[in-house]
């Protein structure tokens, strides 16, 4: 059974998970050369060009969203479980902090430009089993939502950053698609050393100094990046009194070793069960959103118990929104952490293989050479890095999802020899539509008078 997660559940905390806007795109806007954004030199350089102010986020209607059906809910939630739950079974002991949003958003975009068995097996590992058609709309959706609250800051950015070597050109449909549900910030960058320091300034920025970095470097057959960021900052929406906040505490870590921490006591009225779990909400300012904790029964450790629930008919996004009103007294320890995980690693354990395999993959629609030379396009890798801060106050977490996108020509370079065709006879000729081939004009010109 997949699983994927949504935003609208909230932030698991104890089992250590956190977790549009539409454009019109110009005509020929692989071809155009574009104003720069208002970034300052010291985010974003001049190698960087900067192609998101010839999109104009109002040209296009935004579609009109119906409420997540409870299937699409539990099949959200089930994908979560069964990537975390991939993850933990490989690192016992360790902790982890993933966001199934962030890593919707960057694969979602990546979907658009996928096909065949490739676009089948994200849709089933990715999206639980959603369509991408249906994906597109629950991430903006979703954005939407988080942009809208007021009590609780989200930052969420997008971005997608394409090779400027002339080889390479973006199909019109895929970005067309691409920025009308996630409205990414568009860049042309040569892919070298200084596009490496300008993704992560651009990654530093939309984290709010969180995550200072993604990339290391940038091989020679990366051709495009497409990256989510996301910052989160909400504060309890009921404060701790000095009372409450019990210093000097013993953790009980997972190898049976002690640590001593400040824990935070508070009482709060939504519980539930979940398979070998007691689980209970937080409220952050504005009511819009939670932590939610998660206590697995003694002797079960939470790999187990992320593993059960994903191996399970547990919804635990249903859990959450039927909670029952009670008494429960809560203990959360003050911590911190960072995360990283090759996630191309966990996919291809859960059996998402074609993506990667640079002879299988089916990424023909997002983009195509120049020359138009056969060539081969794959995921590369894709990266997840995390942060979180709890304490007295409230929350402060970041993630962020990079997909590189690896391709190369199939067939040697056209060689050095030409020939010579003039038109200084009868002859025929046409105009024809590109991707079938066939004519929209078609004469021939047997007189010039």
Not at 270 to 296: A, D, M, N
Not at 309 to 314: H, K, L, P, T, V
Request: charged residues 25%.
């Amino acid at each position: 059974m997949n699983k994927n997660f949504m935003r609208t559940i909230g932030v698991l905390g104890m089992v250590s998970m956190l977790t549009g806007c539409t454009a019109q795109i110009p005509q020929n806007i692989t071809n155009t050369v574009f104003a720069k954004e208002n970034f300052s030199p010291a985010k974003i350089s001049n190698e960087s060009e900067c192609l998101s102010n010839n999109v104009d986020p109002l040209m296009i209607e935004r579609a009109e969203f119906s409420d997540f059906s409870e299937e699409q809910k539990a099949r959200l939630s089930d994908a979560a479980f069964e990537l975390i739950g991939t993850i933990s079974s490989g690192q016992q002991g360790e902790n982890i902090l993933i966001s199934p949003y962030s890593i919707d958003m960057a694969l979602g975009m990546t979907e658009n430009g996928a096909g065949g068995d490739t676009l089948s097996q994200m849709e089933e590992t990715v999206n639980g089993g959603i369509s991408r058609g249906e994906m597109d709309s629950i991430m903006n959706r979703l954005t939407q939502e988080l942009e809208a609250s007021e009590d609780v800051t989200w930052n969420v950015g997008n971005s997608i950053w394409f090779k400027d070597d002339g080889k390479w050109r973006i199909k019109d449909k895929f970005l067309t698609e691409v920025v009308s549900y996630y409205n990414p910030e568009l860049y042309k960058a040569p892919f070298n050393e200084q596009t490496k320091d300008d993704i992560n300034s651009w990654v530093n920025n939309k984290t709010k100094g969180m995550i200072p970095e993604i990339l290391q470097e940038i091989p020679a057959d990366a051709v495009m990046y497409l990256i989510n960021a996301i910052a989160f900052d909400g504060e309890w929406q009921v404060e701790y009194e000095d009372d409450d906040i019990l210093e000097n505490r013993t953790f009980v870590n997972a190898d049976n070793s002690e640590s001593e921490v400040t824990m935070l006591y508070s009482q709060e009225n939504r519980y539930f069960t979940l398979g070998e779990g007691q689980g209970f909400i937080k409220p952050y300012k504005g009511g819009e959103f939670s932590f939610v904790g998660i206590l697995p029964d003694e002797g079960v450790s939470p790999e187990e118990y992320l593993s059960k629930i994903a191996a399970s008919d547990e919804d635990f996004s249903k859990a959450v929104r039927e909670a029952q009103y009670t008494d429960v007294r809560v203990t959360i320890p003050e911590f911190s952490m960072d995360y990283s995980v090759k996630l191309h690693d966990i996919y291809m354990d859960m059996g998402m293989d074609v993506p990667f395999d640079e002879e299988k993959a089916d990424f023909f629609d997002m983009l195509e050479t120049t020359t138009g030379q056969p060539y081969e396009v794959w995921i590369g890798k894709i990266l997840h890095k995390t942060h979180i801060e709890l304490d007295r106050k409230g929350t402060r977490a970041a993630a962020v999802t990079l997909v590189e996108m690896d391709a190369k020509c199939t067939a040697a370079e056209m060689p050095e020899q030409y020939y010579v065709i003039n038109l200084d006879r009868p002859f025929v000729y046409a105009i024809v539509e590109n991707e079938t081939g066939l004519p929209v004009f078609l004469g021939c010109q047997n007189t010039m008078n």
